[in-house]
């Protein structure tokens, strides 16, 4: 299968779709024999078995049928149109049944892997997810227009992209709608319209999906409009216990906040955060409304209000990318705008400046996107947004926090008839009962786009807060009373090419449930938080009165994520203050590596293990379901940030390119030589990929770390089980293994541990150089009365020899 070095000389009347029956793996590997295929893009959609198309396993000697998930869709183009009507009409030979003409045998072994074989067309352009957003945005405001994307297929030429623009925009018109805005980004290969159309032409092409838009050859796909939507909370604000304290901020702010507009003049946020609002988003949005981003500032710069911790000692930069909607009491992302398009606006804003403006922020090394596509849960595609993210993030070495999503229909938990049987079960019961929902339930209650991005970190909700001693609720149950588990509305993965997603899980806040009962059993939604229950920090004055120091409870994925962003800013401040001087350039990649490294599955990965039964042979299957759930756990920042006597943790950073390898000698202690007793290793190695969103692989630069000598480290040490599997670590950018082991050992390669990072090509050769960070800790059992930190640090200096810089903590 060759690639087109400039992919974009692919017309999209010649693209053809491969729908797939079984391992695209299978499929690469024969399509790779017949040459003139061009990849477009992949769909890893999965579809339904058939009595034609399943996967067959073998159980005591017999063949039986598994009826879970298959396959994938595939987008390939042709070098000609006589080439695709060419292959269309192989395709209807070998569905006849007859043989293949001479000399073209290699393709019935291709077809054999699928399950039909079309040209583009209006099937592949209106997605299902469409014409379900048609239906109930119809049925919603029937008299109103239905506004909608349109992607186009992206050509490189100007003029092209402007003919193809100028045709729709056309059609369109001829049907009576308009078009609202547009964007092209060239970078990752995005040409968007935003499109008004009456709902009587909508309804015909619900009715007709091959009709009008649906038969354009520039339209990729027809999709539901992208909103980042949080709705006016409607429990009341509470009253302050003590003011604001702590002394203001110094400094150049690294953290910076893309959200709502905040209540910048609020008594906790006063003086402690950058408001910077170019497009004016403030008048848009009354101070009354302005919730959801005066939270998520307050969380940032003072954590829960409830834990009474000490302000962050620098600035927040925040930028508004929201407003407020009366139509839909929320603060949302512009209607009239793509969401994508402002945050790459306003990201190049502040790192790059704007013709002759200089950037208004360059020293932000994290970005906090609180926000999610409530119309794009990820579906196995990579969004355009994601691509986006993942392009701001290796071009200027910025770290993004997004926020995993928060999935808040209702859970359907059959294992309870009545309201009755569910209260008056025990904890432990419901807790099973509502885990087991939560599995059966996944495939619906995925992330939010973009969380998919392969170079952000996206953060999930674990269930817990500071609120100590609550009210009993009214109505409301606690379904995980012993915490450490996500919270039930907690978006899970997995991610683009089934790679770990959530990456962590940090505290979102204790998520309460109310039960109902239908259809002979009852269902689960979960409460916003409040009077019993979330996290506390700032907030508008609902009432409009003027009140500038209420403060108001909440949960979510939007608070883990503003807490951990709080993480990063502590971790990058207690480095310098130990000495460190950190580059610029690899600050983000540096701080993504320490904020994955103290992460656990702990007791979580334990009840899930159970509650998902015996992995049997499936075991990685298995695995990759508790993975979705917990990514790679929820990190213990104190790990970071604290000194232990029994721990010592280094890390170091550099840049690396294709087929070039870094190594690292480390020295152990002395004595750990002959020691019994149980020491852990923990590896995290992080990076920046370059993206190639035209290449089936799409991640450009896939890094390894592995061992330089001795394959047990000289610990004698082995990968524990309660954490992902090898193959779906490796699929990511960040690649988190913990090691334990407790036989006496004899140090091999001279007493030192030794590691080498690699860094190969993925998705075509990698013209540029890969910022990537590693962490490593060794650490013993507390009272083992080895000194791991004194004897390490005494040798460190001289012993660790690489190309990156590197230091200890």
């Known amino acids: 299968m060759s690639l087109r070095a400039d992919p974009d000389a692919i017309a999209p009347e010649r693209a053809i779709v491969f729908e797939v029956a079984g391992s695209l793996g299978d499929f690469y590997s024969q399509a790779g024999r017949i040459t003139g295929l061009e990849f477009l893009l992949e769909d890893d959609v999965e579809l339904s ?28 183009a042709m070098p000609d149109l006589r080439a695709l009507q060419e292959i269309l009409r192989l395709w209807e030979i070998y569905s006849s049944g007859q043989s293949m003409p001479w000399g073209f045998s290699p393709w019935k072994t291709l077809f054999d892997l699928l399950r039909d074989v079309r040209a ?17 945005r119809i049925k919603a405001r029937p008299e109103e227009p239905v506004r909608f994307e349109v992607e186009l297929w992206f050509h490189k030429q100007t003029d092209r992209r402007a003919r193809a623009a100028l045709e729709i925009g056309n059609q369109v018109a001829a049907l009576g709608g308009q078009v609202v805005s547009s964007a092209a980004i060239e970078p990752i290969r995005y040409h968007g319209m935003l499109v008004d159309l009456p709902a009587q032409r909508v309804t015909e092409l619900l009715e007709h999906p091959n009709v009008t838009l649906a ?16 709705p006016n909370p409607d429990d009341l604000p509470e009253e302050p216990l003590m003011e604001s304290s702590g002394d203001p901020p110094q400094g150049t702010p690294i953290a910076g906040l893309l959200d709502g507009v905040p209540l910048a003049n609020h008594v906790r946020l006063a003086g402690r955060i950058i408001l910077d609002d170019p497009e004016d988003f403030g008048a848009r949005t009354p101070a009354a409304r302005r919730a959801h981003g005066t939270s998520m500032a307050s969380l940032i710069v003072h954590g829960d209000l409830q834990a009474g911790e000490p302000p962050l000692a620098r600035p927040v930069y925040v930028r508004p990318v929201m407003i407020y909607n009366v139509v839909e009491d929320a603060e949302m992302t512009p209607p009239e705008k793509l969401p994508l398009d402002i945050i790459y606006i306003a990201v190049r804003r502040l790192l790059a400046g704007e013709g002759n403006e200089p950037a208004s922020a360059p020293s932000i090394i994290v970005l906090n996107l609180s926000l999610g596509d409530l119309n794009r849960p990820f579906a196995g595609r990579m969004s355009p947004w994601a691509r986006l993210i993942d392009w701001l993030s290796f071009q200027h070495r910025v770290l993004f926090l997004v926020s ?27 807790e099973a009962a509502i885990i087991s929902a939560l599995d059966r339930e996944k495939a619906f209650r995925s992330l939010l786009s973009p969380a998919e991005g392969i170079n952000a970190l996206a953060v999930g909700a674990w269930h817990a807060d500071a609120f100590e001693n609550p009210p009993e609720p009214l109505n409301l149950t606690d379904p995980f009373p012993n915490c450490g588990l996500p919270n039930v509305s907690s978006g899970v993965g997995l991610g683009y090419r089934r790679i770990v997603k959530p990456d962590i899980l940090f505290d979102g806040g204790r998520e309460l449930v109310r039960a109902s009962e239908d259809e002979g059993h009852i269902w689960l939604t979960v409460d916003g938080g409040g009077s019993y229950a979330g ?11 003027g009140r500038l120091n209420l403060q108001r409870r909440t949960v979510g994925t939007s608070n883990a ?18 000495g460190y001087e950190i580059p610029r350039a690899h600050a983000a990649v540096l701080l993504k590596a320490l904020l994955v490294h103290g992460a656990a599955w702990g007791e979580a990965g334990e009840r899930l293990e159970e509650a998902f039964g015996p992995p049997g042979r499936d075991w990685q299957r298995h695995r990759d379901n508790i993975s979705r759930f917990l990514g790679y756990g929820r990190p213990d920042i104190g790990r970071v940030l604290d000194c232990s006597a029994e721990r010592a943790t280094l890390f170091a950073y550099g840049d690396i390119i ?3 390898q870094d190594e690292f000698d480390i020295p152990l202690p002395p004595s750990l030589e002959g020691f019994t007793q149980v020491r852990r290793l923990t590896i995290t190695l992080a990076w920046l990929t370059p993206i190639n969103p035209r290449h089936q692989q799409y991640r450009a630069a896939t890094l390894e770390v592995v061992p330089n000598g001795d394959d047990k ?27 334990e082991g407790d036989r006496a050992i004899a140090f091999l390669d001279e007493g030192f541990l030794r590691l080498r990072v690699t860094c190969r090509g993925q998705a075509g050769s990698i013209d540029e150089r890969v910022p990537f960070a590693l962490a490593i800790s060794l650490e013993t059992a507390v009272g083992s009365g080895i000194a791991v930190y004194d004897e390490v640090r005494a040798a460190v200096q001289t012993a660790v020899r690489a190309a990156a810089g590197g230091s200890m903590s």
Not at 714 to 739: K, W
Request: glycine share 6%; aromatic share 8%; charged share 25%.
């Open 49 to 76: 078995p058939d009595d034609n198309f399943h996967i067959v396993e073998t159980k005591q000697g017999a063949k039986v049928r598994r009826d879970e998930s298959i396959g994938g869709r595939l987008y390939m």
């Open 120 to 136: 583009w067309g209006p099937t592949d352009r209106v997605l299902p997810e469409t014409l379900n957003y048609w239906r109930k």
């Open 215 to 230: 038969r354009l050859d520039d339209i990729m796909y027809l999709r539901p409009q992208s909103v980042a939507l949080f």
């Open 404 to 430: 995993a999503g928060n999935v808040r229909s209702w859970l359907p938990v059959p294992e309870f008839s009545t309201r009755a049987d569910f209260d008056a079960a025990t904890p432990e019961a419901r």
């Open 535 to 545: 996290q506390l920090a700032a907030t508008a004055d609902s009432n409009a009165t």
């Open 561 to 578: 994520t503003a807490l951990l962003t709080r993480s990063a800013v502590q971790i990058y401040d207690g480095l310098l203050d130990a």
């Open 658 to 660: 294709e087929d070039v």
């Open 713 to 739: 480290f000289s610990l004698a040490v082995g990968r524990i089980p309660d954490q992902p599997t090898l193959s779906a670590i490796n699929r990511g950018t960040v690649s988190h293994c913990v090691f």
